[in-house]
């Protein structure tokens, strides 16, 4: 389980006034993109230690999700660039059921994921009618291949098409 990065720092807001939103927004990024646990939890002490006496609550609310945080910190950069937030997983799953009602009933499992697959291939987030959006940036594929080599090898677009 990993919490949408994105909405821990929207319900940060919730415990602030709007005054402190810049200072306290530039005060936990250190904390979010550490490049180790143990730097985002030096990153927080100092962090607690500036704003704990103002708002005890964001500490408390942070101190909470640190459980969730840390399975973040095990990615690459290029791979929390994408879940850092669950809208686009949110997005695409939406996209598979929709794709899933309109054609009703599969003969089989393997039809069934060919057509996501196909559909997953050909999505396009912004609506403005580009294709294969998903291969333009090569440097996120490429950390995806080397990070989840073993699940990857196990299902290959090859076995989808048979």
């Not at 990065?5 to 415990?15: A, G, H, M, Y």
């Not at 942070?62 to 950069?77: H, Q």
């Not at 994921?113 to 490429?142: A, C, F």
């Amino acid at each position: 389980m990993q919490t949408c990065i994105i909405r821990l720092i929207c319900n940060t807001f919730k415990f602030m006034s709007r005054k402190y939103w810049d200072q306290i927004t530039r005060d936990l990024r250190p904390v979010y993109t550490a490049p180790i646990e143990a730097a985002a939890k030096a990153r927080f002490e100092e962090f607690a230690n500036k704003w704990a006496s103002m708002y005890p609550a964001i500490c408390k609310l942070w101190k909470n999700t640190r459980s969730e945080l840390i399975p973040f910190l095990d990615y690459e950069v290029q791979i929390r660039r994408i879940i850092c937030s669950t809208n686009t997983i949110e997005s695409l799953n939406a996209r598979y059921r929709r794709a899933v009602r309109a054609r009703g009933r599969f003969p089989n499992d393997t039809t069934a994921l060919k057509r996501l697959y196909l559909m997953t291939r050909s999505t396009d987030p912004t609506s403005q009618g580009r294709t294969r959006w998903v291969t333009r940036s090569k440097p996120t594929p490429n950390t995806f291949t080397t990070t989840f080599k073993s699940q990857i090898n196990r299902n290959t677009p090859d076995q989808i098409h048979r």
